[in-house]
């Protein structure tokens, strides 16, 4: 079945430290990918998104690109802030339907 | 504002008693689904809907039941059933269905099940 591995956590950076958090995925066809972002407290918002191969999604200052021959999604930005303290989820959606299966999630925590 | 709305956010219940967690949305979507959220797990699919008066059962649906009489309202029960209730509930919609959605998800704030 479909499955989504992100690194663990929690994730700890200085203030405009560079942020990578892996995420490779197993699939059957040729699902699009997602990250979503949870802040405490709340639920998950859409971060980016990518449809197809090589697609980079963006939004934020956050990137991530659609690399079909690793099977990977890694969410990269170039300066963080402690804003971005989150726990972030990388996800895929295969089957259509918008089930989409969720990685286990990566916290990240920036200090100032 | 359109959005989707979860209530309660918090909510406690003794071991044996069924719980009702409500969901509203007012963004017009087709879809609706529900997740469990457990500290290290992730999110796992509860059920989904599609369409009014139609639902679908997801990886974890035992110890659950939904229904969709309305378009805008998916209610999650958590029977005694559920050998382990206590999780972090989360609602959301899509406007997308069938096999060409792309898998955009609008989330809940979610409602915090404890059970004593």
């Known amino acids: 079945g479909d499955s989504v591995t992100q690194m663990e956590g929690p994730v700890t950076l200085s203030e405009e430290a560079f942020l990578t958090i892996n995420c490779t995925y197993t699939a059957t066809g040729y699902p699009s990918l997602f990250w979503y972002v949870q802040y405490p407290g709340e639920g998950l918002q859409l971060l980016l998104k990518a449809t197809k191969a090589d697609d980079k999604g963006s939004n934020k200052g956050f990137e991530a690109t659609y690399r079909k021959e690793t099977t990977s999604f890694h969410l990269e930005k170039g300066s963080v802030q402690v804003s971005d303290s989150a726990v972030y989820f990388c996800?895929?959606?295969?089957?259509?339907?918008?089930?989409?299966?969720f990685g286990k999630g990566t916290m990240l925590l920036v200090s100032p | 504002d359109g959005g989707i709305t979860q209530s309660p956010k918090y909510l406690f219940r003794k071991e044996g008693q069924n719980v009702t967690l409500s969901c509203e949305q007012n963004?017009?979507?087709?879809?609706m689904y529900w997740y469990r959220q457990d500290p290290g797990q992730g999110l796992r699919l509860i059920y989904y809907s599609q369409i009014v008066n139609d639902f679908q059962k997801g990886d974890i649906a035992e110890g659950y039941s939904v229904s969709r009489e309305k378009k805008e309202s998916f209610p999650l029960t958590v029977t005694s059933a559920q050998k382990n209730p206590t999780a972090f509930y989360l609602c959301?919609?899509?406007?997308?269905?069938?096999?060409?959605?792309?898998?955009?998800?609008?989330f809940g704030e979610g409602s915090r099940l404890t059970v004593l």
């Open positions: 963004l017009n979507h087709d879809a």
């Open positions: 996800a895929l959606s295969d089957s259509g339907y918008s089930t989409l299966t």
């Open positions: 959301a919609s899509s406007p997308e269905t069938g096999r060409s959605s792309t898998g955009e998800l609008f």
